[in-house]
Antibody, heavy 123, light 110 residues
Framework: QVTLKESGPTLVRPTQTLTLTCTFS??????????VGWIRQAPGKAPEWLAL???????RYNPFLKDRLTIAKDTSKNQVVLTMTNLDLVDTATYFC???????????????WGQGILVTVSS | QSVLTQPPSVAGAPGQRITISCTGS?????????VHWYQQFPGVAPKLLIY???NRPSGVPDRFSGSKSGTSASLAITGLQAEDEADYYC???????????FGTGTKVTV
């Protein structure tokens, strides 16, 4: 059974740096083709993809946010860490991690997702 | 930032058939990238409903079906049930943005 769970602070001050950890089980990030992504969803809004890291340590970022994001993996701990710098009030959202599921020749989708963690940016 | 447009809401009576559209462009759906659909209930994470345009994961009722043509895609729900009340999002990849994109979302009311 594949599961993912997000952890980290739920309240962050403006301009601070946010560090979120995704701890997963049921698969390995050393297996070819596997990836873990981060997606956020502001209250009442659609999900927004943030970043994705692959088994070979290749990384992809949302071009609108890439200057503020860093994604990294720790395969020994089955964890993926997302760092976002210079937080603003508009970064208040629920942050999800999810496994990238892909079939050769198909477009990536995300399944399953973690339960999410609500991060509030407020002074 | 969303490049996939969905109707904000769709309503239907129990037992009816409804469809949700997802309109993209030549850099995403029109470029041949697959569309996927997610169902989300309040307060919980989105759940994969349709992948690869038309495929249902194990456990998803066959009342749900997907299609794609050109720059658009659709999710159909037949035999609408009260438990289908949720938000629905489409998702694909955009080659211009070089990233994954989600639709604007549709709230289904039964």
């Amino acid at each position: 059974q594949v599961t993912l769970k997000e952890s980290g602070p739920t309240l962050v001050r403006p301009t601070q740096t946010l560090t979120l950890t995704c701890t997963f089980s049921g698969f390995s990030l050393t297996t070819r083709g596997v990836g873990v992504g981060w997606i956020r969803q502001a209250p009442g809004k659609a999900p927004e993809w943030l970043a994705l890291i692959y088994w070979d340590n290749d990384k992809r970022y949302n071009p609108f946010l890439k200057d503020r994001l860093t994604i990294a993996k720790d395969t020994s701990k089955n964890q993926v860490v997302l760092t976002m710098t210079n937080l603003d009030l508009v970064d208040t959202a629920t942050y999800f991690c999810a496994r990238r599921s892909v079939v050769v020749g198909a477009t990536d989708w995300f399944d399953p997702w973690g339960q999410g963690i609500l991060v509030t940016v407020s002074s | 930032q969303s490049v996939l447009t969905q109707p904000p809401s769709v309503a239907g009576a129990p037992g009816q058939r409804i469809t949700i559209s997802c309109t993209g462009s030549s850099s995403n759906l029109g470029a041949g990238f697959d569309v996927h659909w997610y169902q989300q209930f309040p307060g919980v994470a989105p759940k994969l409903l349709i992948y690869g345009n038309t495929n249902r994961p194990s456990g998803v009722p066959d009342r749900f079906s997907g299609s794609k043509s050109g720059t658009s895609a659709s999710l159909a729900i037949t035999g609408l049930q009260a438990e289908d009340e949720a938000d629905y999002y489409c998702q694909t990849y955009d080659s211009s943005l070089r990233g994954y994109v989600f639709g604007t979302g549709t709230k289904v009311t039964v």
